[in-house]
């Protein structure tokens, strides 16, 4: 299993910049894939971005161009650089991540806390 906690959250004017930090609780590189998402009240989930444990990456079109999803394997961390935020990423930002478990097959998804980011001027 793993633990995940998101960090990074806040209030920001239209145009601004945040970075989400997701630090997770084992070796980043035996997680098959950890990722961004979002969601507002009332409303579907949102995949914001995707990083898998080779390297690649996924991100929706709604922030493709302003958002980018990028890793510190030694810190166990998965960043996500939101710029040229605008009131409609106001959200809720949840990390999660799928890993193997041992004796299981196929993948267990685990979730953090989650943090609130608001754009609005």
């Known amino acids: 299993q793993v633990q995940l906690v998101e960090s990074g959250g806040g209030l920001v004017q239209p145009g601004g910049s945040l970075r989400l930090s997701c630090t997770a609780s084992r070796n980043i590189l035996t997680i098959y894939d950890m990722g961004w998402y979002r969601q507002v009240p009332g409303e579907e989930r949102e995949l914001v971005a995707r990083?898998?444990?080779?390297?690649?990456?996924t991100i929706a079109d709604s922030v493709k161009g302003r958002f980018t999803i990028s890793r510190d394997n030694a810190k166990n961390t998965v960043y996500l650089q939101m710029n040229g935020l605008k009131p409609e990423d106001t959200a809720v930002y949840y990390c999660?991540?799928?890993?193997?478990?041992?004796?299981?097959?196929?993948?267990?998804?685990?979730w953090g806390q989650g943090t609130q980011v608001t754009v609005s001027s």
């Open positions: 990083i898998w444990s080779n390297g690649l990456t």
């Open positions: 999660g991540a799928d890993v193997q478990e041992n004796g299981r097959h196929g993948l267990s998804t685990y």
